[in-house]
C-alpha cells in the first residue's frame, strides 16, 4: 500500500493557482519524475501525512511498450494502489507517449508514460503531463495562454503572440526594472480579490529543440495587470483595443496550447473545454485591460507599454 513516506522518497507537491497535486512515480520513473518536477521548480513531499491529505495524487507508471492499459491494470490490482480507488469505469486519454487514466467519481489521475527505447521521448511525455493542468485552469474560470510574462513592481503583464512573431524576443529585450518570467506559456486564474493571477510556465520546446536547461518557478504569480498583443511594425506604439476583440485574441492564444490535446479527445470534451476557455476569455477581458503594441525591431516598446499603464 502506498505510505507518507514511500510517497515522499518519490513524490513532489504541484500547487498552481487553485490547482494541488501530489506527484508520485514508481520505480523506474523516479528520475524522469525528478526532471519535471525541477523544470517547474516544485517542492518535494513531506512525510506529514496531514501535510497534503486534501491534495489530489497524479501516479505515474512506466511502460515497457506504446500499449496503454496492461500496467494501470496491474497496479489498481496491486498492494501499491490506494483504498478506495476504482477498479472500473475508468476514461482513456491517449497523449502518445502519455496515457491519462481519468475517473468522474475519483480526484486521483494515473499516468502510463512510455519514454522510448532510449528515453528520447521523456520531454514530449512531459509536455502531455501538463494537462490535467491546463484543463483544471480551465475549469476554475481560467486558461493556458501562448504568451510571454514580464513583471515590475509587483505585477504582471501578458505579451501574447503566434510562435516566431516577436514574445520571446520582447521578453530577452525588455529592460529593468521589468524582469522577463517566461517567454512561451502563461496560466491565468482568477484571484480571490477579482482580478487575475498570472503564473509562468515552461518553455518546453526549449528542451526539445535546444538542449535548454531552464527552469521555471510554475508556484509564484503575480496580479496582470495588462495583455498586450503584439504585432511587428516600423514603430513602437500602443492603442487600447475593445472587450470584443481582446476576449477573440484571448481565445486565439489559449487555443495554440489546448489545441494539440483537443485533438485527442473525444467530440464532447474537446467542444466543451473550447467553450469554457472561450467564456474565461470574455470574463477576463472585462476587467483586464488590452491593447495591441506594435513593435520595431529595434525601438524601445516598453516605453509604449509604461504609457499606456500609466
Not at 98 to 104: E, I, V
Not at 221 to 241: E, R, T, Y
Amino acid at each position: 500500500m502506498t505510505t507518507a513516506k514511500t510517497e515522499a522518497k518519490s513524490g513532489f507537491r504541484l500547487a498552481v493557482g487553485p490547482l494541488r497535486r501530489r506527484l508520485i512515480a514508481e520505480t523506474g520513473l523516479q528520475g524522469w519524475l525528478a526532471g519535471f518536477a525541477r523544470i517547474l521548480e516544485l517542492e518535494p513531499l513531506t512525510e506529514d501525512p496531514a501535510a497534503e491529505a486534501k491534495d489530489a495524487r497524479m501516479f505515474f507508471l512506466k511502460l515497457e511498450s506504446p500499449k496503454p492499459g496492461s500496467r494501470f491494470q496491474a497496479f489498481l490490482r496491486s498492494s501499491a494502489a490506494p483504498p478506495g480507488v476504482p477498479r472500473f469505469g475508468w476514461e482513456l486519454l491517449s497523449f502518445f507517449p502519455l496515457f491519462l487514466w481519468m475517473h468522474a467519481q475519483a480526484p486521483d489521475i494515473f499516468c502510463e508514460v512510455f519514454l522510448g527505447e532510449e528515453g528520447e521521448l521523456s520531454v514530449e511525455a512531459m509536455i502531455r503531463a501538463c494537462f490535467p493542468l491546463y484543463e483544471h485552469a480551465v475549469r476554475a474560470g481560467g486558461f493556458p495562454l501562448h504568451t510571454a510574462l514580464v513583471t515590475r513592481d509587483g505585477f504582471g503583464v501578458a505579451l501574447a503572440a503566434s510562435g516566431g512573431t516577436g514574445k520571446s524576443t520582447c521578453a530577452r529585450r525588455i529592460p529593468a526594472p521589468w524582469r522577463p518570467l517566461c517567454d512561451d506559456t502563461v496560466l491565468v486564474f482568477p484571484s480571490d480579490s477579482g482580478g487575475y493571477e498570472a503564473n509562468p510556465f515552461a518553455t518546453w520546446s526549449d528542451y526539445l529543440w535546444k538542449r535548454s536547461q531552464g527552469t521555471w518557478n510554475a508556484a509564484n504569480h503575480v496580479p496582470l495587470k495588462a495583455v498586450f498583443f503584439l504585432k511587428q511594425a516600423p514603430k513602437d506604439a500602443a492603442q487600447p483595443i475593445g472587450q470584443g476583440e481582446a476576449a477573440i485574441y484571448l481565445s486565439r492564444a489559449s487555443s495554440e496550447i489546448l489545441m494539440p490535446f483537443m485533438r485527442q479527445l473525444g467530440p464532447d470534451r474537446a467542444r466543451l473545454l473550447r467553450k469554457r476557455a472561450f467564456d474565461s476569455a470574455c470574463v477576463l477581458a472585462k476587467s483586464v485591460p488590452a491593447f495591441i503594441l506594435e513593435v520595431s525591431l529595434e525601438g524601445e516598446f516598453w516605453t509604449e507599454m509604461e504609457r499606456v499603464l500609466g
